[in-house]
């Protein structure tokens, strides 16, 4: 059974570093695409964004672009997410989410498009 569980979420000061990590506890199942999300309170679940498990191909939002870094260990089914130049509208809970069916490119922001789903893991950024 799929198991997705966050981690490395954190208090942080902006301008400050985090690196959040997605590790398929279950290690039951073979990847297509990882992707991250994020929820800030009263507001919806945003894409921020998502690895091509097999070809390594990445795709960002345009608010975290040059600041944030998918990438991912095939050995330990882990993908990851490093978060540089944290700013306070950084501030959410940070989502794993998993498919692994094919998913054309066009959907990759669509979270009705991933199976799996992590519990989250919150992020604050102050200034």
């Known amino acids: 059974q799929v198991q997705l569980v966050e981690s490395g979420g954190g208090s942080v000061q902006a301008g400050d570093s985090l690196r959040l990590s997605c590790a398929d506890s279950g290690r039951t199942f073979s990847m297509y695409a990882m992707a991250w999300y994020r929820q800030a309170p009263g507001k919806e679940r945003d894409f921020v964004a998502v690895i091509n498990w097999s070809s390594g191909g990445t795709y960002y939002a345009d608010s975290v672009k040059g600041r944030f870094t998918i990438s991912r260990d095939n050995a330990k089914t882990t993908v990851y997410l490093q978060m540089n130049s944290l700013k306070p509208e950084d501030t959410a809970v940070y989502y794993c989410?998993?498919?692994?069916?094919?998913?054309?490119?066009?959907?990759?922001?669509?979270?009705?498009?991933?199976?799996?789903w992590g519990q989250g893991t919150q992020v604050t950024v102050s200034s």
């Open positions: 989410a998993a498919r692994d069916t094919l998913l054309l490119r066009n959907y990759y922001t669509d979270p009705s498009k991933y199976k799996y």
